[in-house]
């Protein structure tokens, strides 16, 4: 079965297929996409605390059951909310 693993920076994205067999986790597809070594702010030890999902709807990483041609997302942290950015771009405008 494949799978996709997909991670992204503003300045990059890397996409990642990965061969499975059926009943394997999240987890492991996540350390076998060694996403981890191309970019070193991902921490597969502590999976957790990753935003993770599929197709653009997070999932729980401890029950999700991988499906064939699933996009596994890898989400980043928000410096600042889409609203604060916009707000931070008209004060700065209008000055």
């Known amino acids: 079965m494949r799978v996709e693993v997909?991670?992204?920076t503003s300045a990059k994205q890397v996409v990642v297929e990965c061969n499975i067999s059926s009943g394997?986790?999240?987890v492991e597809?996540?350390?076998l996409s060694a996403l981890d070594k191309i970019f070193p702010e991902l921490?597969?030890?502590e999976v957790t605390n990753l935003g993770v999902g599929v197709f653009g709807k997070k999932?729980?990483?401890s029950t999700y059951l991988l499906k064939a041609n699933d996009r596994l997302e890898i989400y980043r942290k928000l410096h600042n909310s889409p609203n604060?950015?916009?707000l931070e771009r008209?004060?700065?405008n209008a000055k």
Do not use: H, P, Q
């Open 24 to 26: 394997i986790s999240v």
């Open 84 to 86: 604060a950015k916009r």
């Open 29 to 31: 597809v996540l350390k």
């Open 43 to 45: 921490d597969f030890t």
């Open 90 to 92: 008209f004060k700065k």
């Open 59 to 61: 999932i729980d990483i």
């Open 6 to 8: 997909v991670y992204a």
